[in-house]
């Protein structure tokens, strides 16, 4: 079973830029397809960003397109999610995970989370 932990969440003004990490152990992840996902406090976990295993083949939810960015580094066991231009309606916990289907299916085993929160 492969562990999952994030990082590079923090309290930043809208229209900032954050990039978070994803870091593996336990088992590669060079031949997975990866997720990031969000949660805020009172809503549902929800769908924020894919990218394949080889990192060639990505998809992003509407209101992310054109500010995030997913990216991989399979030599480093690692996902990354670059978020610019970010917005208060972005603070959520965020989450990555295993793709258990292309894009948005990811397993039961979640980590910790990074908190991003946004500021008006």
């Known amino acids: 079973q492969v562990q999952l932990v994030e990082s590079g969440g923090g309290l930043v003004q809208g229209g900032a830029s954050l990039r978070l990490s994803c870091t593996a152990s336990?088992?590669?992840?060079?031949?997975?397809?990866m997720g990031w996902f969000r949660q805020a406090p009172g809503k549902e976990r929800e769908f924020v960003a894919a990218?394949?295993?080889?990192?060639?083949?990505?998809d992003y939810r509407d209101s992310v397109k054109g500010r995030f960015t997913i990216s991989r580094d399979n030599a480093k066991n690692a996902v990354y999610l670059q978020m610019n231009s970010l917005k208060p309606e972005d603070t959520a916990v965020y989450y990555c995970?295993?793709?258990?289907?292309?894009?948005?299916?990811?397993?039961?085993?979640w980590g910790q989370g990074t908190q991003v929160t946004v500021s008006s």
């Open positions: 990218v394949n295993w080889s990192g060639q083949g990505t």
């Open positions: 995970n295993v793709l258990m289907a292309w894009p948005s299916r990811p397993t039961d085993y």
């Open positions: 336990g088992r590669t992840i060079s031949t997975e397809n």
